[in-house]
């Protein structure tokens, strides 16, 4: 598992798990959480707009074994419905200034049973990452990427109030579409408070 630079606690290591909303349970993954999260994956629905996608089974236990430990699980009523990218990352920062910048904002991803959609889960799921990113990890920025025609996942984002920043023009390869549009969106620590507040 990577070192978390500085004093930083890693997520998996705060004393606050599991996150209860009012539906949904939020935990880290754990290596036994594969076999759950595969009937997710292995769905073409899910794969089409992720950054990878297992070819097989066995593909599947190398790429969770490499991964796991940036991830959340949620479940609903005790059965595992989606689960939550929280990954750490440096700021950009110029070399002078780049102590300062360690381990400052997260990336963010998410991915969910297509049998638990649009009923407001993934929101409900990504709100409590949020308050976990700011009010516990005292991050100062979060981001997160899509291709721009996942609209799925970019409407969850303005939902949960992140804004866009970025419009690429066919900068993102995808397996089977060629060369296409991508989104980044981003949220700042006092955004998410003014938010919370008002
Ligand atoms: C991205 C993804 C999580 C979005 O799922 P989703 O079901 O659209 O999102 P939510 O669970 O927040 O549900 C929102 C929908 O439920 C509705 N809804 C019902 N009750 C709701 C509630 N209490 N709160 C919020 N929305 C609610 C909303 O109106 C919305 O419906 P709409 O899309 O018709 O407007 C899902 O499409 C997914 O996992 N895709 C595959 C993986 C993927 O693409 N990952 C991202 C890669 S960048």
């Keep these: 598992m990577p070192e978390q630079p500085q004093n930083r606690p890693r997520p998996r290591d705060l004393d606050i798990w599991p996150l209860t909303t009012e ?82 904002q997260a990336e963010l991803g998410w991915a969910f049973a297509p049998s638990a959609a649009g009923q407001g889960f993934a929101t409900e799921a990504v709100e409590a990452l949020l308050r976990l990113c700011f009010e516990e990890l005292g991050l100062r920025r979060v981001e997160a990427g899509a291709f721009a025609a996942n609209e799925p996942s970019w409407r969850l984002m303005e939902r949960v109030g992140m804004r866009r920043e970025g419009y690429a023009v066919r900068d993102s390869l995808h397996r089977e579409l060629g060369w296409v549009d991508g989104v980044l969106y981003a949220l700042l620590a006092e955004e998410w408070r003014e938010r919370a507040e008002g």
């Design 23 to 104: 539906r949904l349970a939020i935990r880290p993954a754990e290596p036994g959480d594969a076999d759950a999260l595969w009937e997710i994956y292995r769905l073409p629905e899910v794969g089409q707009w992720l950054g990878w996608w297992p070819a097989d089974r066995a593909d599947w236990e190398g790429l969770y074994a490499e991964k796991w430990h940036d991830y959340l699980i949620v479940e609903r009523d005790g059965a595992v419905i989606g689960d939550l990218m929280l990954r750490i990352v440096d700021g950009w920062a110029q070399r002078e200034a780049a102590d300062r910048a360690v381990s400052v």
